[in-house]
């Protein structure tokens, strides 16, 4: 019991990682139809990011500054990488053949890992926990159930973003327009409304949001290296589709149950096969359920 | 030059950009202390080269599309290329063929040649998925690993040699490629590729951590090389190696050629058994499955069968494929066979274009080749093939060769411009 | 004697909380060509689709029979096996050919049953023994029948998708007809052709029913519909509100009424009702 309980707590911290980085997914296979293969590296650049500010201000500024500080800078600076991603490898393609913004982003998730990798070396990097400690929940037979105080950090941040972000896309003219081009674009262009602006947008804020959750990885694991994106971008590709894509809370519902599988699998299980375990809970649902389980039913017209 | 400020002005913008961008990975390099802790380390040479490279090459970029000339695509040129088509294929083929007959020509070129040879083949292999059948398949390297671990296991476990174990190997990979179809069989284009993209890692982990069956990550090592009606082509001279049976001096030259003359062999048999059939209606079937699925089946063919055929069949020439590799490395490891040579063959594929037979050969020489030869340049070898990716698809998508020719026809048939094709529609 | 073909029963197709056809029945006879005419969202397409099985339908049966006496079920058949087994063949409101790939090329796919049999599991065929060469050579001269009836015999090897809009309505209908069906659906063929096309359409659906395969038309275009069909079926919001000859129809007040509206609609709708009678 007291086992189970630890996992759940883990699963949902990593879950709450997952589920950012599936927003950015979501919403761009929701406006353009396209997967966009290299955003699990911008989750990677968001981690790097992080760490060389975390480095820069190391030993200068206390800890909540300084995690402040690599927030907004690992969000600010992916949000112009997503942004410079999509103006050159994407949006010339926008009207080609279906395989060439794939096959475009393909390369761009290679360059952005080998461009990390040639620049800061192939090395992991790693940094000393900075919130340590945390409240024991309850004991069980020795076995001690830990709540740490940044796995509750990491839950009320993603929770204060995704509260932001939610309110962006619900009540401002800017979701609003998000939203007009995902169901028509043509319909929404006609009225005015600037679609490569919108699109722009779109990757804008989901780059923001995968640097936070490279962040919230970062001082969650302490480790990472060039290719932690790539793993990561998979589960959360597999979250946005079990929640169903085009669905935002569904992302953030198909990141938590990531999240939970991959902890009680590790738990319970296995930890060599637990990316094979989540790999193929993509393909299984795809199988038995291609919208998801939130998603909308596209029925393709005869 | 009206613009120019205006181009300036961009220029200067996108060098902004490039600033911000750079700056955290270029301008600044994370180390370790003695106390083990992380420093950083400015490098701003390295950053104002970068942002001044982009500067200019944002600069050259505008001006010449300010400049260029007009452009204005003959019809005759088209016709022109197609022309010469017919005879660049009967002369890269007598090339290949005479290439590790060439006097004094390097152990290392001819090695080369099989490295290009077998990514000619798997991209002919997969050309069958993707190019006709339009099933992206992202995860093609897992039967590459089929085929390879099949050899390596059947060897290790049954004594058994190469010639044995190619058709097994073929046959195991088909059989997996039909494994893998089944689940995707409604799956559609960005869908399909993730789902066999996840399929082709989880082999890879399977492989490595199923350490008592297959090694892990250590792999499997002393895998026969092939030998030639028994004759093998050890170093060590004498009866019952080549050398020793037809009197030469042993050089590593005789099994690299022999090595290459066999990739070429099954390379080829892909190469005539993919234009066979695209004449029968299998290969038909094919191209109509790519161009319009449900036009097929209210035509009444059986998309499943289809599917399940162009998996199979594009499997057994990854199978094949594996096997020579298991044989030429004599060791393989889990390493060999990550998402990033999926990718690679993916590539060439889409790069050659529009199914094009030639031009993969074009592209596996182009992508393969070049890095190859230009070995001062191995670290930043990946990001030159992600970014040539990105370029090539944002300048030219629709690859080196962008037409096709009908199969059948009654007067002249006329080439089929790619515009007109369908790809990916899974 | 009636001698049905296609018999539709109390067919019903549902999506979600939409019923798109509700009860439907109607049979079409042997030999004939039957239109179903309606106004706009009035279910035609979902019959059709749920007829060649690009749906499941909710309930009730669709049975054709190739013969008197045979009876093939063909909701209860999988979409491939309805054009294969079944023996009824389509065309799309969008038109579906295949782009890439020549007239030609087209036409050889639609045999691809008769032709993939004559290559013996396809591994003779690529070894170049077995029938299959005669099959092709057969396949090819079925196809130049048709591209002649179709008028595209010049432009056999032309990619299908430069054809002009007219002649890709034609290749899909002589693609339909490569199947050896003895029921031809056309789904709005006539859409967007002129009136020389129109005519040239009518006489092609005319000389297809003389050559003994039945056609199931869904048509706006009242030129056609009444020109040609020797028996209509009306649906208005997925249920039938009329089924007779073109003439008995076209008087039929129910009908007038879902096209013209109950009168409280402002606009003239005298354009419907001219429509009707132009095709006289």
Redesign the interface.
Known sequence: MAYALQQLINGITLGMIYGLIAIGYTMVYGIIGMINFAHGDVFMIGAFIGIIVLTALSGITSVPLGLLAALILSAALCALYGFSIERVAYRPLRGSFRLAPLISAIGMSIVLENYVQTSQGALERAIPNLIPGGIMLMKQNGFAVQLTWLQIAIVIVTLVVLAVFTYVVTRTPLGRAMRAVEQDAKMAALLGIDTNRTISYTFIIGSALAAVAGVMFLLYYGVIDFYIGFNAGIKAFTAAVLGGIGSLPGAVLGGLLIGLIEAFWSGYATVAYKDAAVYSILAIVLMFMPTGLLGRNE?E?? | MKNLGAILKDSAAVAGAALLLFGPFLGLRLGDNEAGSLTLSPRPGLLAAAVALTFAARLLMLLWYQHRPPRIIPVKLSAGTAQAGKYIAPALLIAAVAMPLLPGIENSYIDLGVLIMTYVMLGWGLNIVVGLAGLLDLGYVAFYAVGAYSFALLSENFGLGFWECLPISGLLAALWGMCLGFPVLRLRGDYLAIVTLAFGEIVRLVITNWVALTGGPNGITDIPHPSLFGLSFSMAGGPGTFAGFFHLTPDPKQRTTYLYYIILALALLTNW?TL??RK???G??W??L???E??????????RNTKL?AFAVGAMFAGFAGCFFATRQAFISPDSFTFIESATVLAIVVLGGAGSQLGVVLAACVMIGVPELLQSLQIYRMLIFGLALVVIMVVRPRGFIAT?Q?????????L???A???EGRG | MTDTLLSVSELTMR?GGLTAVNGLSFAAQRGNITAVIGPNGAGK?TVF?CI???YKPTSGSITIAHAPGHALRLDKMS???I??KGRV??T???I???????V??NL??????R??AA?GF?VL??LGLGG?RAA?RAA?ERA?YWLEATHL?ER???????LPYGAQRRLEIA??MC?DPVLLCLDEPAAGLNPRESAALNELLLNIRAQGCSLLLIEHDMGVVMKISDHVVVLDHGKKIADGTGVEIRNDPAVISAYLGEGDEDDADSPVGAELEAGS
Do not use: W
């Not at chain 3, 579906?96 to 020549?102: D, W």
């Open positions: 029925v017209k005869v | 058994v066979r059939l029968q209606p299998l038909r079937a191209e109509a790519r161009e319009d449900i036009a097929c089946r209210s035509l009444g063919i059986n998309l055929t096709r009908p199969t059948v026809s009654l007067g002249k048939a006329k089929i411009g790619a007109m094709l369908s | 999506f397409t689709n060649t099985g690009f979409g491939h096996a054009a294969k063949a389509r799309f409101q969008n579906r050919l295949f782009n890439g790939m020549s030609l090329e050889l796919v639609a045999q691809h049953n032709l993939q290559t396809g065929g690529v299959y092709e090819i130049k015999l056999a090897d032309d990619a299908a998708g430069s693609r339909a199947t």
